[in-house]
């Protein structure tokens, strides 16, 4: 059985960091594209971050580029998502994912072959 588990998620001030880890089982993922999606309160899903299979390629949403940054693991079967200086509109829930394609990621479908439960990060004083 094929299963994503995120951790990492809690509370942190704005500013502050949080390191969200995603660990795949049932599987492995090591040529498929692992990424992070993100849902904050009363709005739709929506793409963050995306990493291709060796790492070599990432992409962000424009929101979060330069204080995000996702690596990967493929020995561990696991992909990261390093948060900084964080804002009280990062808050949400963050949900790993992964699929074959890449360009999926970028056009923010909501088709990935596997998805995790989520992981909740709130940003608040």
């Known amino acids: 059985q094929v299963q994503l588990v995120e951790s990492g998620g809690g509370l942190v001030q704005p500013g502050g960091s949080l390191r969200l880890s995603c660990a795949a089982s049932g599987r492995t993922f090591s040529t498929y594209a692992m990424g992070w999606f993100r849902q904050a309160p009363g709005k739709e899903r929506e793409f963050v971050a995306v990493?291709?299979?060796?790492?070599?390629?990432?992409d962000y949403a424009d929101l979060v580029k330069g204080r995000f940054t996702i690596s990967r693991d493929n020995a561990k079967n696991t992909v990261y998502l390093q948060m900084n200086s964080l804002k009280p509109e990062d808050t949400g829930v963050y949900y790993c994912?992964?699929?074959?394609?890449?360009?999926?990621?970028?056009?923010?479908?909501?088709?990935?072959?596997?998805w995790g439960k989520g992981t909740l990060v709130t940003v608040s004083s």
């Open positions: 994912a992964t699929d074959p394609n890449y360009s999926d990621f970028l056009r923010g479908s909501q088709g990935m072959d596997y």
């Open positions: 990493s291709n299979w060796i790492g070599s390629r990432t």
